[in-house]
């Protein structure tokens, strides 16, 4: 592999989205008198909220939607009582107060240090436009990326190829000379592979597994390869 260019997802790949969402839900929860025991409703919430995640890469439900719909559902099945109002504020709060936790993945620092003096590093991202950058800032890694590339910006999701050719341009790489690092196999891994970059699957869940290209189960394992 001649490897120049190295293209990221960001939430679960390098931004600890669950511990950073938990406790963002265990604070707005508070803040607004919602009495719910957090571990229940994210074990609820969770496969939930990846259920709408795959529709909004589908393009099956707005951002609106997506957002409003999660905690909806969540709510009903945990049969507590709240109303519509309650819930698009709740939506709200959590859009505004995530990207202000920071916690990342164990060892992204270290493989960001090592990894910037050798390659040119950016983002490509199906997270929305106005938190990613705020996450990134309050997590202090936005300086090791060139770019950022996230969907609502090309107006496509990946796995969609458009988002993959935009940001190989506008970074001025060639797909050969790329590799995508992601924990989506269908958005992250076979989508940069359809276009012919290299891919490092990020399996760190251990509930799917994958023969195609480079797997591996922690951050730091990537040192191996690059």
């Known amino acids: 592999m001649n490897i120049k260019h190295i293209f990221f997802d960001l939430d679960h790949t390098l931004w600890d989205f669950e511990t950073n969402s938990n406790k963002t839900f265990e604070y707005i929860f508070q803040k607004n008198k ?52 309650t819930i698009h504020l709740l939506s ?11 916690a990342l993945l164990d060892g992204t620092i270290e493989l960001l240090e090592y ?9 490509i991202t199906n997270g929305f436009e106005e938190v990613q950058y705020k996450k990134m800032k309050n997590s202090f890694i936005l300086p090791y990326f ?4 996230s969907s609502e910006r090309v107006g ?26 992601g924990d989506n196999f269908e958005a992250d891994i076979l989508g940069a592979k359809n276009i ?17 290209g480079l797997t591996i189960s922690k951050l730091s394992q990537i040192k191996q390869y690059l």
């Not at 957090?38 to 259920?51: H, T």
């Not at 709200?92 to 920071?102: D, H």
């Not at 988002?163 to 590799?179: D, Q, R, V, Y």
């Open 196 to 212: 012919g970059m290299y891919t490092v699957f990020c399996q760190f869940n251990k509930k799917n597994t994958s023969k195609e």
């Open 92 to 102: 709200e709060k959590y859009i505004e107060f995530l990207p202000k936790y920071n």
């Open 156 to 181: 496509v999701k990946k796995p969609n190829p458009k988002i993959f050719h935009f940001a190989l341009k506008i970074s001025g790489a060639k797909p050969e000379e790329s590799m995508m690092i």
């Open 34 to 85: 919602v009495c719910i025991e957090i571990n229940d409703f994210i074990k609820i919430y969770k496969p939930i909220n990846e259920k709408y995640w795959k529709l909004y890469r589908e393009d099956k439900v707005t951002k609106i939607e997506l957002r409003y719909s999660r905690l909806k559902e969540t709510f009903d099945h945990l049969q507590y009582s709240i109303d519509n109002e």
């Open 115 to 123: 990894l910037k003096p050798k390659y040119e590093m950016h983002i």
């Open 146 to 149: 060139n770019h950022v590339i």
